[in-house]
């Protein structure tokens, strides 16, 4: 496949730097306990895994590295939040296990690339991969960058990751890209006796305090 070829081409020597957005609870399985999880994928991939900083319900994770590294690193979270789910379904009465979902960040310049003419490209991706690939219509607040979700068996997911970094390859952004960056959340409020209530609600006005919901 040609893919395949461009991959092993230029796996050693082209390097590349792919944003995934995470939600807290799939930092904290990426991190894992003391930075021991993180650490242990650097050190195996080969790959740069940094994470935003900032107190946000939603975090940027940067992988950079040669192609080769960055799909190693790709594999590792995959089946990492592969694992989570099962470990869940076993205190859960579900039965069917849910697919693995990354979600890329990619420049909406790029994002015509991915999809192709009248949908094409993606509609190649999904049934060679078995991925399931959405483009989302609107970019990302503040960013010229759009949310690509991938679903699937970690195995898809990294041959579909595969073959949208050939694309990206192929067709770089063009002009300047607006790196989306998750806001902080709203300041925790903590009571006496130390409970902790967290506002889930944008911004309130500026006269008052709070915006009950």
């Not at 390097?15 to 242990?40: A, D, N, Q």
């Not at 994770?61 to 192609?67: H, K, S």
């Not at 979600?103 to 994002?111: I, T």
């Amino acid at each position: 496949m040609e893919t395949t070829k461009v991959q092993s081409e230029g796996g050693l020597n082209v390097t590349l730097t792919i944003r995934l957005l995470m939600h807290g609870k799939e930092v904290g399985s990426i991190i894992g306990k003391k930075g021991e999880t993180v650490k242990k994928m650097r050190e195996e991939s080969g790959a740069r895994i940094n994470i935003s900083e900032g107190n946000c319900p939603e975090r940027i994770v940067t992988i950079t590295g040669p192609t080769d590294t960055i799909f190693k690193a790709f594999a590792m979270i995959a089946y990492k939040f592969e694992e989570d789910i099962i470990n869940s379904m076993s205190n859960s009465p579900a039965t069917s296990k849910p697919p693995v979902t990354l979600r890329l960040v990619v420049p909406a310049s790029q994002c015509g690339s991915l999809i192709g003419k009248g949908g094409s490209k993606i509609k190649e991706m999904r049934e060679s991969t078995g991925a399931q690939v959405q483009v989302a219509g609107d970019m990302l607040p503040n960013s010229t960058e759009r949310a690509v979700t991938i679903s699937g068996t970690p195995e898809a997911i990294i041959q579909c990751v595969k073959q949208i970094c050939v694309v990206m390859l192929e067709s770089p952004p063009k002009g300047a890209t607006i790196p989306y960056r998750p806001k902080p959340a709203s300041t925790p409020v903590i009571f006496s006796g130390g409970q902790v209530w967290m506002p889930v609600h944008q911004p309130a006005p500026m006269n008052s305090p709070f915006l009950m919901i």
